[in-house]
């Protein structure tokens, strides 16, 4: 398992799309050959058909119906569930805003902070093992254990971080209690992960020959100029894919918040909806209030979100994403 | 002054020293402090400031009676005496390794002696309030069934596209990767109430059936290591009589443990972290696993930090102990999905 490969990841179908062999077979040997093949992924096809591409169809059927499930069976109510979340639904339009609130601060904060750690321990400081461990550590941990850990931390109160700042005299704010602080306190909560894009970036950094860098210091480039001509260049693919999986997983974001608001006064993505991320206002709908229909329209809804999303940075990517032995004009 | 390549080398490793060990402390002490609150009584979990290392009063037991110790100056010494009793402003101390050593001394001079005190204890008493043995039960069961069908079903399929040809086999793994990008929530609802309709609401089934049917993480992980294993190793088998089934298992499987045991790295860990799936199938606490007792025990005990932190600590040293003996594999893994861990 090379490091290199690392360069393809950010579009691995387009890796190697060939099986590893190329020998031309007869055609008896070939349909022989196709039957094992089909046998060999059927566990996955058969998952695909019944966990996936059948309930996909079947949600996008239930978002047209009325579907309280403790009073079957669904009522066709057409586009209504849609109507309703695009003009008189004010939590799905707040939990958007939410949302991108948080990714829009969150993850390039995030890929800062992991690519800068990765760039120092590329250094060759001493003890690199050291701190990749240290660094990742937080990225092992169970949502769940961290976010309790962190509610205790930003306890007002008896909380570390209230302390620390006190220490600078800042009277620090009510945290997860605060309207305007909860999300900033999950931000923060964030930044402790960043090791997991460290570790990528990381390895990234170590796939970029170092004859390149000696090369360019014989042309007199200095630090920076290092940085802005060769690394980030390189490097592109692998933030590009991080950026988009960041994307993905903030409409997914669920765990944290629902350990650390399910609890508290302000109720599941309070206070006051400060935290009412769009997967926390899905749950609520389906599982709280067994909206299972408005529920599956705001799962198509998510879903046509992130395949833009997805689909925007991808098309702007020809732009800044530079894969290796692709000519630029 | 111009510093040549090597000095200024040296400098920019020895500020990347400096950045590194800020960033090592602020990433520690909250695991730190975790910790600490674990070892700690429930008084001290809440005091302000902090304690960092868990220090209590104590009390000795002199002449049948508990007293509290002080830190106490006499004659410009400080000693560690037993307060007996106290008249107005001036108590009586004595030295509880000799009782008959007495002292008339101002209290306001002295304070109650901490000493360090680690309460372990506090991990039994956290497995005991909440049905923590149970809780664990559950949740190995998920990870060891999960497991065995996540590494099976995902051998397989990976096999299948490693090696055979077949018409629309990369058509299929393009679709296989872009479920990837598929936000679970849209399958949710459907799959949701398929499994209450076989009457697998509220049991473990839900959280184990799906592995066997493999994903795309983990297929593509495998796949990309069995391409890089020699084609001539399976003709060879061939020659010598293997079919599909003896290449896998005599030639592919030998030589992929890493991969392999990256796997079952990932799907132990993601099984005993997972928090959505549980909450949404398992109703009764007698199904619950470990994530969702310790969310429970949160709501129940907020006002026992201690205990929250011992609890916590519990469930962290799992994953935390895999990644350490596991390292390169899991570093190696994460690398090649790109995201996953």
Redesign the interface.
């Given at each position: 398992?090379?490091?290199t490969?690392?360069s393809s990841?950010?579009r691995?179908?387009a890796?190697?799309?060939?099986?590893?062999?190329a020998r031309p077979r007869p055609g008896s040997l070939?349909r022989r050959?196709?039957?094992?093949?089909?046998?060999?992924?059927s566990?996955?096809?058969?998952?695909?058909v019944?966990?996936?591409a059948?309930?996909?169809l079947?949600?996008l059927v239930?978002s047209l119906t009325r579907y309280d499930?403790s009073n079957p069976p669904p009522t066709w109510i057409g586009l209504d569930n849609y109507i309703k979340m695009f003009t008189s639904d004010p939590k799905f339009w707040h939990s958007l805003r939410v949302t991108v609130t948080y990714a829009l601060v969150a993850i390039p904060l995030g890929l800062t902070f992991g690519f800068a750690?990765a760039y120092?321990?590329n250094?060759?400081?001493?003890g690199v093992?050291f701190?990749?461990?240290?660094?990742?550590?937080?990225?092992?941990?169970?949502?769940?254990?961290?976010a309790?850990?962190?509610?205790?931390?930003f306890n007002p109160?008896?909380g570390?971080l209230n302390?620390f700042l006190s220490l600078v005299g800042i009277h620090g704010p009510g945290w997860l209690a605060s309207r305007d602080w909860a999300l900033p306190a999950l931000i923060i909560m964030s930044l402790?992960g960043v090791?997991?894009g460290m570790?990528?970036y990381l390895?990234g950094l170590q796939s970029i020959p170092t004859t390149l860098y000696e090369s360019a210091?014989i042309d007199g480039a200095n630090?920076w100029q290092q940085v802005r001509h060769i690394t980030l260049p390189l490097m592109t693919p692998v933030i590009f894919?991080?950026l988009?999986?960041g994307i993905?997983g903030t409409?997914?974001y669920?765990?944290e918040v629902?350990?650390l608001t399910?609890?508290a006064s302000g109720g599941l993505g309070g206070p006051v909806d400060a935290t009412l991320f769009y997967?926390i206002n899905?749950y609520n709908n389906?599982?709280r209030y067994l909206n299972?229909g408005y529920?599956?329209a705001?799962?198509?809804v998510?879903?046509v979100i992130?395949?833009v999303l997805?689909l925007l940075v991808f098309r702007s990517s020809a732009a800044w994403v530079y894969y290796e032995g692709e000519v630029r004009r | 002054m111009r510093l040549g390549i090597k000095a200024r080398s040296q400098l920019t490793r020895g500020c990347a020293l400096v950045v590194l060990t800020v960033g090592f402390i602020v990433v520690m002490i909250p695991l730190v402090w975790m910790a600490s609150s674990a070892l700690k009584t429930k008084e001290a979990a809440n005091t302000m400031p902090p304690q960092w290392i868990p220090k209590e009063q104590v009390k000795v037991n002199v002449d049948g009676k508990d007293l509290f110790l002080y830190d106490i100056p006499v004659e410009g010494v400080v000693r560690r005496l037993a307060l007996v009793s106290k008249d107005g402003p001036t108590g009586t101390f004595v030295n509880p390794d000799n009782p008959t050593e007495q002292y008339q001394l101002p209290v306001a001079s002295g304070v109650r002696a901490k000493v360090v005190r680690f309460h372990w204890d506090n991990f039994a008493a956290a497995m005991k309030t909440v049905p923590f043995g149970r809780y664990l039960v559950n949740t190995l069961t998920i990870v060891l069934f999960g497991t065995i069908g996540t590494v099976a079903s995902c051998t397989l399929v990976a096999y299948g596209f490693a090696r055979f040809r077949a018409p629309g086999m990369s058509v299929l793994f393009l679709l296989l990767l872009s479920t990837i990008m598929l936000p679970p929530q849209v399958t949710l609802i459907p799959t949701f109430i398929i499994f209450r309709q076989l009457g697998w609401y509220d049991t473990l089934l839900p959280l184990i059936v799906p592995a066997f049917f493999a994903n795309a993480w983990d297929v593509f992980l495998l796949r990309q290591f069995f391409m890089t294993l020699p084609i001539e190793l399976d003709d060879a088998a061939r020659i010598d009589g293997c079919g599909p089934w003896g290449i896998l298992w005599h030639v592919i499987i030998p030589q992929s443990w890493p991969a392999l045991i990256t796997v079952t790295i990932f799907t132990v860990l993601y099984a005993w972290n997972d928090f959505y799936a549980p909450l949404i199938y398992l109703q009764s606490q007698e199904h619950w696993t470990v994530a969702l007792g310790l969310q429970s025990f949160n709501a129940l005990y907020s006002n026992q930090g201690n205990l929250l932190m011992a609890a916590s600590v519990l469930m962290v040293l799992p994953p935390i102990l895999i990644f350490f003996f596991a390292q390169r594999l899991f570093i190696q893994g994460v690398v090649i999905s790109g995201i996953k861990g």
């Amino acid at each position: 398992m090379g490091v290199t490969q690392i360069s393809s990841g950010a579009r691995p179908a387009a890796a190697q799309l060939e099986p590893t062999r190329a020998r031309p077979r007869p055609g008896s040997l070939s349909r022989r050959e196709s039957r094992w093949g089909y046998l060999f992924i059927s566990p996955w096809l058969l998952g695909f058909v019944v966990f996936t591409a059948g309930p996909m169809l079947a949600s996008l059927v239930l978002s047209l119906t009325r579907y309280d499930i403790s009073n079957p069976p669904p009522t066709w109510i057409g586009l209504d569930n849609y109507i309703k979340m695009f003009t008189s639904d004010p939590k799905f339009w707040h939990s958007l805003r939410v949302t991108v609130t948080y990714a829009l601060v969150a993850i390039p904060l995030g890929l800062t902070f992991g690519f800068a750690l990765a760039y120092l321990l590329n250094l060759r400081v001493p003890g690199v093992p050291f701190w990749r461990t240290a660094f990742y550590m937080p990225a092992v941990m169970p949502a769940v254990a961290s976010a309790l850990l962190w509610g205790a931390i930003f306890n007002p109160r008896y909380g570390i971080l209230n302390w620390f700042l006190s220490l600078v005299g800042i009277h620090g704010p009510g945290w997860l209690a605060s309207r305007d602080w909860a999300l900033p306190a999950l931000i923060i909560m964030s930044l402790w992960g960043v090791g997991g894009g460290m570790i990528i970036y990381l390895a990234g950094l170590q796939s970029i020959p170092t004859t390149l860098y000696e090369s360019a210091q014989i042309d007199g480039a200095n630090g920076w100029q290092q940085v802005r001509h060769i690394t980030l260049p390189l490097m592109t693919p692998v933030i590009f894919f991080n950026l988009v999986i960041g994307i993905i997983g903030t409409f997914q974001y669920f765990t944290e918040v629902y350990v650390l608001t399910s609890t508290a006064s302000g109720g599941l993505g309070g206070p006051v909806d400060a935290t009412l991320f769009y997967n926390i206002n899905l749950y609520n709908n389906a599982f709280r209030y067994l909206n299972m229909g408005y529920a599956s329209a705001l799962a198509w809804v998510l879903f046509v979100i992130v395949l833009v999303l997805t689909l925007l940075v991808f098309r702007s990517s020809a732009a800044w994403v530079y894969y290796e032995g692709e000519v630029r004009r | 002054m111009r510093l040549g390549i090597k000095a200024r080398s040296q400098l920019t490793r020895g500020c990347a020293l400096v950045v590194l060990t800020v960033g090592f402390i602020v990433v520690m002490i909250p695991l730190v402090w975790m910790a600490s609150s674990a070892l700690k009584t429930k008084e001290a979990a809440n005091t302000m400031p902090p304690q960092w290392i868990p220090k209590e009063q104590v009390k000795v037991n002199v002449d049948g009676k508990d007293l509290f110790l002080y830190d106490i100056p006499v004659e410009g010494v400080v000693r560690r005496l037993a307060l007996v009793s106290k008249d107005g402003p001036t108590g009586t101390f004595v030295n509880p390794d000799n009782p008959t050593e007495q002292y008339q001394l101002p209290v306001a001079s002295g304070v109650r002696a901490k000493v360090v005190r680690f309460h372990w204890d506090n991990f039994a008493a956290a497995m005991k309030t909440v049905p923590f043995g149970r809780y664990l039960v559950n949740t190995l069961t998920i990870v060891l069934f999960g497991t065995i069908g996540t590494v099976a079903s995902c051998t397989l399929v990976a096999y299948g596209f490693a090696r055979f040809r077949a018409p629309g086999m990369s058509v299929l793994f393009l679709l296989l990767l872009s479920t990837i990008m598929l936000p679970p929530q849209v399958t949710l609802i459907p799959t949701f109430i398929i499994f209450r309709q076989l009457g697998w609401y509220d049991t473990l089934l839900p959280l184990i059936v799906p592995a066997f049917f493999a994903n795309a993480w983990d297929v593509f992980l495998l796949r990309q290591f069995f391409m890089t294993l020699p084609i001539e190793l399976d003709d060879a088998a061939r020659i010598d009589g293997c079919g599909p089934w003896g290449i896998l298992w005599h030639v592919i499987i030998p030589q992929s443990w890493p991969a392999l045991i990256t796997v079952t790295i990932f799907t132990v860990l993601y099984a005993w972290n997972d928090f959505y799936a549980p909450l949404i199938y398992l109703q009764s606490q007698e199904h619950w696993t470990v994530a969702l007792g310790l969310q429970s025990f949160n709501a129940l005990y907020s006002n026992q930090g201690n205990l929250l932190m011992a609890a916590s600590v519990l469930m962290v040293l799992p994953p935390i102990l895999i990644f350490f003996f596991a390292q390169r594999l899991f570093i190696q893994g994460v690398v090649i999905s790109g995201i996953k861990g």
